[in-house]
Every structure is written in C-alpha cells, then in structure tokens.
C-alpha cells in the first residue's frame, strides 16, 4: 500500500502544484518537435488523430450491446468511486468486437471532456521500449544477457555479479532510488527539476544493496536507468535516438515520444497527483520527467499503445529465441503476477503498466484470445491503497475475460 511519496515513487510499475513555472528543457529532437508543432511526421493534426482511433472500432464493429453496456457502467462506476478525472479504454477482441471509450474530463478546471485522442505520460511502460532496445542488441551481439553490469557501468555497487538479464528482471537488489528520501524531497520540492541518469543513480548507491542477485524479484527503477546506460554504450547513440530508430520508427508508432525535459505534445490531458509537499492533489502536467529516464518518462497515445501491445507479447522486434527469454517470467512474490526481462504475466495478460504523477496506465495483451487492452488516466491517486488504473482495468477483464482477470496488486514496500 502507497502511504508515503517515497512508497508511491517506486512501486511496481510506478515512476514523477499549482501549475509550475516554464520548464526550460534541452532542444527536442525532430520527431518530438513534430509532435510539439501538433502534427506528427506524416502532418497528422488533432482530427485526423481522432479519426483515426474511432476507425479503429466502427460501430459496426463493436461488442454487443450488453457487453457494451456492461463496460461503461463498470468503468464509470470505478471512475466515480475512485475519484479519477478522466479515463481512456481501447479494447480489440479478434472475432468479438471492440470498445473505444472515454469519460469523465481532461481538465478539472475547463471540464474539456477525457477523448480517446490525447496523448498521456506512460511511466514505467517506458521500460517496455527499453528492454526491447536493449534485447535488439543481444541479437546485434554487441551484449550478452549474462554479461555483469560492471562491463558497461562503472561504480555500480556488486556490479562484478549483477547481470542484465538480473536488472531487466528486477531481482539485482539494488536500492531503488526512488526510495531515497532525499531523492524524494529534492524531486517534490522542484518538479521543474532535469536530472542526469548519474545524479539519480547516486541517490540509490548511497545505499547497501537488499539482497544479493537473483535471489528475490524487487522492483526498482535504479535496474532501468542502468539499462540506459548500457544501450548508450553498446549502441554508441544516445539512449533516446536509439530507442527512437531501433524501436520506436520500425514499430511504426507515430504518436510516440522520448522526451528530453517536460515538453508535451498537444492534445493531452491535465494530470493530477497528491504526491507534493502538502499532500494535496495539485496539478502535475509540466512536471519534468527527466528523474525517469529510460525508467519511466515516454509519452504516447491509445493508437500507438494498441499496436504496441501486440509487439511487445508477439516479439515482433525480436528474434524468437530472445523473445522466448523475454517471457520466461519468475514470481514476484504476488499471486497471479510474474515478471520477466522488462515484461510481467498477469493472469494470462501480458505489458506493462506505468504511473508517473499525474497519469496511469495500462497496456497488455491476452495471446489466448488476441485480444489487447489498453488505459488511461489522468491521475495516480491511490483509492484504498490500490492504483486507479488496475481497478479500471480489473473491471473491464472481470467482464470480458472472466477466466483471464487483470489484477496487478501493489508491492507492500
């Protein structure tokens, strides 16, 4: 359960008021000042993107009409009761039919109704491009998955015996930065903050690690950042050009973004966090993701995280021994819920969820049925403790796939 901002900041699949001064972030790359110009590389404005997503399930082409029913109640009583400004569903069912939905408001100050359109902070699903990066390289053979991270990073605390394949795992045992408490009041007390992937690092090898590798499955950004790392040595590039030309070009997601500091391409959603100083929910939109890094800070949209989904559960980047190691996933600790290299298995679903301050969510992929889900949200308030994004997500599953229930429990650290 999240009770402190320290707990919130770290856990499983979780990365960072009023509204904040102007971010001065480091220039955008072509493709995200594209997006920042509201068009993406192909000109695409704001209605052709709507267009395009209500292509994506015609009326003609959607679920029954009690199924369909049954669903909006569902997520507009969660949303409700959750307190969730605004949610964004896409869900395809190959030979059932799909459901495009959204509800609630993008704005809480405007009331602009939550659209199936807008562009979200994906958090922790970063770590889905990343380790896909990362396993391009294993097939380059420019790295090994066995190989210690001391090979590529030095000053990483028992580096000589943690490997890859431990970090992309989550079983290292290195200390999660984001529990640190100074990381934590440095990054509350200036949201506006860039930070460096060293600077972040350090604030997690101030301490002793937690287990020694392999032994138990903890997660922690700390693993992803120096998976960063590694890409940027083996690959020669920058870990954001690399995983915008490895990844995220061939998967043809036009809509994706890695960005440098906080730019945020339009259209998107206000987020809210009640991660701040006070307590208090407060606006978290222009927050500087930069603490995420390849952890944690990307930026996408429901077209783009639907076609993802597939990718990442198919392999289709990947060569299909390496993908085969990519789903070998271990326990976690947490019933119905196993992990892999960057990847985890809920109850048959398979992604990744993210949160960062401000925004939440889902996207996975069911290979039985073929079928993909994918949620968003507009803040990462918690409500009794469990994150908004899986109660929105458990409902939906708990209709359509009673035999196959998303239910991704919180660590208790």
């Given at each position: 359960?999240?009770?402190?901002?320290?707990?919130?900041?770290?856990?499983?699949?979780?990365?960072?008021?009023?509204?904040?001064?102007?971010?001065?972030?480091?220039?955008?790359?072509?493709?995200?000042?594209?997006?920042?110009?509201?068009?993406?590389?192909?000109?695409?404005?704001?209605?052709?993107?709507?267009?395009?997503?209500?292509?994506?399930?015609?009326?003609?082409?959607?679920?029954?009409?009690?199924?369909?029913?049954?669903?909006?109640?569902?997520?507009?009583?969660?949303?409700?009761?959750?307190?969730?400004?605004?949610?964004?569903?896409?869900?395809?069912?190959?030979?059932?039919?799909?459901?495009?939905?959204?509800?609630?408001?993008?704005?809480?100050?405007?009331?602009?109704?939550?659209?199936?359109?807008?562009?979200?902070?994906?958090?922790?699903?970063?770590?889905?491009?990343?380790?896909?990066?990362?396993?391009?390289?294993?097939?380059?053979?420019?790295?090994?998955?066995?190989?210690?991270?001391?090979?590529?990073?030095?000053?990483?605390?028992?580096?000589?015996?943690?490997?890859?394949?431990?970090?992309?795992?989550?079983?290292?045992?290195?200390?999660?930065?984001?529990?640190?408490?100074?990381?934590?009041?440095?990054?509350?007390?200036?949201?506006?903050?860039?930070?460096?992937?060293?600077?972040?690092?350090?604030?997690?090898?101030?301490?002793?690690?937690?287990?020694?590798?392999?032994?138990?499955?903890?997660?922690?950004?700390?693993?992803?950042?120096?998976?960063?790392?590694?890409?940027?040595?083996?690959?020669?590039?920058?870990?954001?050009?690399?995983?915008?030309?490895?990844?995220?070009?061939?998967?043809?997601?036009?809509?994706?973004?890695?960005?440098?500091?906080?730019?945020?391409?339009?259209?998107?959603?206000?987020?809210?966090?009640?991660?701040?100083?006070?307590?208090?929910?407060?606006?978290?939109?222009?927050?500087?993701?930069?603490?995420?890094?390849?952890?944690?800070?990307?930026?996408?949209?429901l077209h783009d995280l639907r076609r993802w989904a597939k990718i990442v559960a198919t392999g289709e980047l990947l060569s299909p021994?390496?993908?085969?190691?990519?789903?070998?996933?271990?326990?976690?600790?947490?019933?119905?819920?196993?992990?892999?290299?960057?990847?985890?298995?809920?109850?048959?679903?398979?992604?990744?969820?993210?949160?960062?301050?401000?925004?939440?969510?889902?996207?996975?992929?069911?290979?039985?049925?073929?079928?993909?889900?994918?949620?968003?949200?507009?803040?990462?308030?918690?409500?009794?403790?469990?994150?908004?994004?899986?109660?929105?997500?458990?409902?939906?599953?708990?209709?359509?796939?009673?035999?196959?229930?998303?239910?991704?429990?919180?660590?208790?650290?």
């Amino acid at each position: 359960m999240r009770t402190t901002p320290s707990r919130r900041l770290c856990a499983a699949a979780l990365l960072v008021a009023s509204v904040l001064a102007p971010v001065v972030a480091t220039p955008a790359g072509a493709d995200t000042a594209a997006l920042l110009a509201g068009t993406d590389r192909a000109g695409s404005d704001r209605a052709g993107t709507a267009r395009q997503a209500q292509d994506e399930c015609s009326p003609d082409d959607a679920l029954g009409s009690d199924t369909t029913a049954r669903l909006d109640k569902a997520i507009e009583d969660v949303r409700r009761e959750a307190a969730i400004p605004g949610v964004a569903v896409g869900l395809w069912m190959e030979g059932k039919g799909c459901y495009l939905r959204a509800t609630g408001v993008a704005d809480k100050t405007n009331r602009e109704p939550m659209t199936t359109d807008l562009y979200t902070r994906i958090g922790s699903e970063t770590k889905t491009f990343t380790v896909t990066g990362l396993l391009e390289l294993v097939d380059d053979e420019k790295i090994g998955l066995d190989d210690p991270i001391s090979r590529y990073v030095d000053g990483v605390p028992n580096g000589d015996n943690i490997t890859l394949r431990q970090l992309a795992e989550m079983r290292s045992g290195l200390f999660p930065y984001t529990e640190d408490p100074g990381f934590v009041r440095d990054l509350l007390s200036d949201p506006s903050r860039s930070y460096t992937p060293q600077e972040v690092l350090a604030y997690g090898f101030k301490h002793k690690n937690t287990f020694a590798p392999g032994k138990q499955f903890e997660y922690s950004n700390t693993n992803l950042v120096l998976l960063g790392l590694v890409i940027e040595k083996a690959s020669g590039q920058s870990a954001a050009d690399f995983i915008r030309e490895r990844v995220i070009r061939p998967a043809d997601l036009d809509h994706t973004v890695f960005p440098n500091g906080a730019e945020f391409p339009d259209p998107h959603p206000r987020g809210y966090t009640n991660q701040t100083t006070s307590g208090k929910i407060e606006d978290s939109t222009d927050w500087n993701p930069s603490w995420g890094w390849t952890a944690g800070a990307m930026i996408s949209n429901l077209h783009d995280l639907r076609r993802w989904a597939k990718i990442v559960a198919t392999g289709e980047l990947l060569s299909p021994e390496t993908q085969k190691e990519r789903l070998q996933t271990l326990p976690t600790g947490y019933p119905g819920t196993s992990y892999g290299l960057g990847i985890f298995n809920s109850d048959g679903w398979i992604g990744h969820n993210g949160s960062i301050p401000g925004y939440e969510s889902v996207t996975v992929y069911l290979p039985s049925l073929k079928a993909t889900l994918v949620v968003q949200l507009n803040t990462d308030v918690t409500h009794d403790g469990q994150e908004p994004s899986s109660l929105v997500a458990r409902a939906i599953t708990q209709i359509v796939t009673p035999d196959n229930v998303y239910d991704r429990p919180v660590p208790p650290r």
